[in-house]
Structures are given as C-alpha cells and as structure tokens.
C-alpha cells in the first residue's frame, strides 16, 4: 500500500500548496491544515510501509475524521464556498479519497480501545490554534476574511 500512501500525499499535498501558495496569509485555516498536515502523514506512512514499519492505524482515522470535519463544514456552509478547481480536491475529494483509504487500507483491529477516542484530539487542538490565533491577532469578524474575492468563512476561528 506504499504506493497508494505516496500518491495521497502528493495529491493532498500539491491541491493544498496549490491554492494556497498565493494565498499564504490564509495557511492557518483548517482546510489548508489539515490537507497539509494528511499529506505530510501519508508521505512519513508511506516511507514507513517501504521500510517495514508499522504506521499505528489510529493515525488514519484521525486524518480521516479531521478532512470529513472539513468536508462538512464545506457543505453546511456550500453557499460561502468555491467547489471548482483545487477548492473541489480540498472540500470533497481530498476529504473522500481518505476516508476511502482508511475504510480499505486500515486496521483497526489492532488499535487498542483506548484509543478509538483519539480522532477528537486533531479537531481539539484545532480550536484551541483557532482561539489562541483568534485572541492574538483579534480576528473575530468572518465577513471580513476574502480570498480572491471568495467569501472565506471558517466557523471554528470565529469562535474566538
């Protein structure tokens, strides 16, 4: 499954670095987080599985919970969003393309029990970057946020 794992990270990878590249003041949104942040898993997964290591399956179902969040949040809000070009690879198929590998590549089998709670923590820590990064840089309005003259809401920033 090396290859799979190597052909998820550059697409996740390259749809995130590709839209965001020029948008870079907007890098600390969770979409271009966590499609980043797959992308980098799936590549260290990936040269573990060509070198005969074990990745712990958890790992996948917390990408895969993380980028269904995004995909949700998308879709609930889908008035707000661009589903064209990359935004489509981040919002939808990104998001589909991982849960897909979880449910056929991942084992959770050998995930101990405690463990199965484990998905919370990445959107958890999420909303506490999103509050700190909030309070910090007093970013409390959404209407205010465009991308290339997109409507740019991030639910879990405004909160701060």
Same mark, same amino acid.
């Given at each position: +499954?090396?290859v ?9 990878t390259?749809?995130?670095?590709a ?7 907007f890098? @600390?949104e ?7 942040l797959?992308g980098?898993?799936?590549?260290a997964?990936?040269i @573990?599985?060509?070198?005969?290591r074990?990745?712990?399956q ?10 269904i969040?995004?995909? %949700?949040t998308?879709?609930?809000?889908? %008035? ?5 070009g990359a ?8 998001p589909l393309?991982?849960?897909?590998y ?5 084992? +959770? ?26 309070a ?6 959404i209407?205010?946020?465009? +991308?290339g %003259?997109?409507?740019?809401p ?7």
């Amino acid at each position: +499954m090396s290859v799979a794992q190597l052909g998820i990270d550059l697409l996740l990878t390259a749809s995130a670095l590709a839209l965001y590249w020029q948008y870079l003041r907007f890098m @600390y949104e969770l979409t271009f987080m966590s499609n980043f942040l797959a992308g980098i898993f799936f590549l260290a997964a990936g040269i @573990y599985t060509l070198l005969g290591r074990r990745v712990p399956q958890v790992w996948y179902l917390c990408f895969a919970v993380l980028l269904i969040l995004v995909m %949700g949040t998308c879709l609930m809000f889908s %008035g707000n969003f661009s589903f064209s070009g990359a935004f489509l690879l981040l919002y939808l198929i990104d998001p589909l393309l991982v849960t897909v590998y979880f449910f056929l590549a991942a084992d +959770m089998r050998e995930v101990p029990l405690k463990w199965v709670t484990a998905p919370v923590l990445m959107p958890g820590a999420y909303l506490a970057f999103a509050l700190v990064f909030g309070a910090v840089t007093k970013t409390t309005s959404i209407s205010s946020w465009t +991308m290339g %003259g997109w409507a740019r809401p991030t639910p879990l920033v405004s909160f701060s």
